[in-house]
């Protein structure tokens, strides 16, 4: 019989299960070394999406790193054993600081590591580094949406309602988000609400999720690129204006709201239609579906979070879901979708640079006394808060910036804003160490190349988008030469003399953080990986000796009087003016068959075929006007970065925008154009918009 394991697929927040099978004794070498199979669980029901089914192809991926690299003088990656890289990255991490202090050391996170790694992580930049510098590419996903949560509610999880609450909803409100593309099976939860013609989706262009709210099954509202804030200020002056606001449950539940009854008394129809371009007709429309009294959700994503005011933004949606009563209705609500793997868990133990783990504040005396008791450190020895990603990338290069930095998980050559800028300072570190299992864009201008485990040769857990905490297990036994990210964090540990106990085993560092998440929001201390292995449905806060908590907004909120706060919140300008003349607007986005900055789904045969160029979607009119057909090779091009692309044209998107896709490479990357403009409050970069200018490759 073929030996299986059961764990999840090791992409998006969704975390569908699946099942892992090594090759059968008697079967072709040939054939892979593992299939998968989906396994029915609340969030998939057995499906996957082309990059879940394709997934083990990583495992057999011919250019998998097995051994350390170590830059040597002639300026290329060579193979070292592990204590000579191991002795170089802790030989110069002292030298380091020696000369410049700790603090000239920075840690860079990911949202895919495992809660152990991302727990251990954090530890050990505090008290084996001493360093306050880290902070993880979460801080390009989720940290507006976690901003706005934390202030309204005081709490942030993604979706505090199961996934399957969607399934008897009447209207779902569904802002920024592609999931048909990004989440393909959860699509299954919108079947019902899409019967009911309630699905609700905008979108700037006619996405594949736009398309499943067409006819009789919802609305597709297109407002310009950047004007989300605008549209659901108005939305909220109609309910408010109307009188189809639940009264009751904002005078039980809220504080703020006459201040916001003023704040929107300015976003009449006529106005919102000028600012945004959505009919009146179609605003009032959507403000009384929303209104109906009935089971109704409003779902935010990336597409309304990834800008400078993003924060604003999720707040006013916030604002709409509080005013219509929905987070303390049971069979509606207000939610986020956690986009990486492990997005949720990742920031909720330590590699924020401003929290602690269990999603305590660094700056809490009784936190910090908390956690360096289980670390067993003076609460002193605990660094303060440090510099979020975007501000420690830029820092670089400065008096009293970091010299050297360690990544993990991450991709910041890709997936940062204002790419080309980063690698100019990547490159101008005086030590680079990452930490992956491919020689990725940034992984090649390391000093130090670590290989490390991949999803299905290790153990663990994850935190899903509906606030799971769920099991990862191992499947198959890692190559030789690689080791997990616990043994190298142990092993460094060591080698700088750091205080504490560095856990090599997950199921041992698991207990720990539990220890040190409790009492505090994100409480994970009723929790231990037997607990998991058995099946329980384990949604946090799950203190010792609770059930858990699948619905914690039911019963009020999490700030002391249990009342939500609602915010007004206003336009700002935004970081660029807006594009005019033969400008267009950029917007990004991901593509079914790639994921983030592309480093493994370019890897995979059947995804990379699938797509296998950057293509810039753009308006037959819009190509026409630039004497482009498809298929042309055109640049993308404003004072950051030029961008070769190759043209795809659409009647789904605005005359006025181009949209690309952020999965590939060198001068193919979208975000050789992004700023690095920040959201004052959650240090979101403005990912999602830009002003471009297009033209034929051959012109240049």
């Not at 998998?64 to 802790?90: C, I, K, N, Q, Y």
């Not at 579906?289 to 779902?299: K, N, P």
């Not at 789904?652 to 001068?667: S, W």
């Amino acid at each position: 019989m073929t030996p299986s394991t059961d764990t999840h697929c090791p992409y998006c927040a969704l975390q569908c299960a699946m099942t892992l099978s090594a090759r059968a004794a008697d079967a072709p070498t040939s054939d892979p070394s593992t299939t998968v199979s989906g396994r029915d669980f609340p969030t998939n029901r057995g499906g996957l999406c082309t990059k879940g089914w394709t997934s083990a192809s990583l495992l057999d991926a011919p250019d998998r790193l097995t051994h350390p690299l170590v830059r040597g003088a002639d300026g290329t990656l060579a193979a070292a054993s592990w204590d000579e890289a191991l002795d170089l990255v802790s030989t110069r991490i002292r030298s380091l600081q020696a000369e410049s202090g700790a603090d000239a050391i920075g840690v860079f996170g990911g949202g895919g590591l495992t809660n152990e790694k991302a727990y251990q992580l954090g530890k050990f930049a505090r008290i084996a580094l001493g360093t306050s510098r880290i902070d993880y590419n979460g801080r390009f996903c989720m940290s507006s949406a976690a901003a706005a949560a934390n202030r309204a509610f005081g709490i942030d999880r993604g979706l505090p309602f199961p996934l399957t609450d969607l399934d008897d909803a009447y209207t779902v409100l569904l802002l920024g988000s592609n999931v048909a593309d990004t989440m393909p099976p959860f699509l299954s939860h919108l079947a019902g609400v899409r019967a009911a013609g309630g699905l609700i989706v905008v979108d700037p262009r006619r996405s594949s999720t736009a398309r499943l709210a067409e006819g009789d099954q919802g609305i597709h509202v297109a407002p310009a690129p950047g004007t989300d804030l605008e549209l659901l200020l108005g939305l909220t002056h109609i309910v408010i204006a109307e009188g189809r606001h639940d009264a009751e449950a904002v005078a039980r539940w809220t504080t703020g709201f006459d201040e916001l009854r003023r704040s929107v008394a300015a976003w009449w129809p006529a106005r919102v239609q000028q600012a945004t371009g959505v009919p009146v007709t179609v605003l009032r429309r959507v403000a009384r579906r929303l209104a109906s009294g009935r089971e109704t959700f409003i779902l935010t994503g990336r597409g309304v979070e990834q800008h400078a005011d993003g924060t604003d933004t999720a707040t006013a949606a916030i604002n709409l879901a509080l005013i219509l009563g929905l987070p303390t209705r049971r069979g509606s609500g207000y939610g986020t979708l956690t986009g990486q793997g492990n997005g949720q868990g990742g920031r909720e133990h330590g590699q924020k640079c401003d929290q602690l783990p269990g999603y305590r504040r660094i700056t809490d005396p009784d936190a910090r006394a908390h956690v360096a008791a289980v670390w067993g450190v003076p609460a002193d020895a605990i660094p303060g808060p440090g510099l979020p990603a975007v501000q420690l990338l830029s820092s670089i290069g400065r008096p009293d910036g970091i010299r050297a930095l360690l990544v993990h998980g991450s991709n910041p050559v890709i997936s940062a804003p204002d790419a080309g800028a980063v690698r100019q300072r990547l490159s101008a570190l005086d030590l680079l160490v990452v930490c992956d299992i491919f020689r990725s864009e940034t992984a090649e201008l390391a000093d130090v190349v670590l290989p490390v485990t991949q999803w299905a040769e290790e153990e663990g857990t994850m935190t899903n988008l509906e606030g799971r905490v769920i099991r990862r297990r191992r499947a198959v036994e890692p190559p030789d030469g690689v080791r997990s990210e616990l043994w190298i964090l142990a092993e460094l540990a060591r080698r700088l003399d750091a205080p504490g106990r560095f856990d090599t085993d997950p199921a041992t560092v698991f207990d720990e953080l539990a220890r040190a998440s409790a009492g505090g929001i994100a409480d994970y201390s009723g929790l231990d990986h037997a607990v998991l292995d058995a099946g329980t449905e384990a949604y946090w806060p799950y203190p010792a000796g609770s059930r858990g908590t699948p619905r914690p907004l039911l019963d009020g909120y999490r700030h002391p009087d249990g009342r939500a706060r609602i915010v007004a919140v206003t336009v700002r300008r935004r970081p660029e003016e807006p594009a005019s003349g033969d400008r267009l607007t950029l917007i990004t986005g991901r593509l079914l068959e790639h994921y983030q900055s592309g480093a493994q789904t370019r890897r995979v045969p059947e995804l990379i075929a699938a797509r296998p160029v950057l293509e810039a979607t753009v308006h037959p009119s819009t190509a026409a006007d630039r004497g482009l057909r498809d298929g042309d090779e055109v640049l993308l091009e404003n004072a950051r970065g030029t961008v070769t692309a190759r043209v795809a044209t659409s009647a789904g998107i605005r005359p006025d925008t181009v949209f690309l896709p952020f999965h590939f490479p060198e001068d193919r990357s979208a975000n050789l154009l992004t700023t690095s403009a920040t959201d004052p409050i959650s240090a979101m970069p403005e990912f999602k918009t830009a002003v471009v200018r297009l033209r034929p490759a051959q012109a240049r």
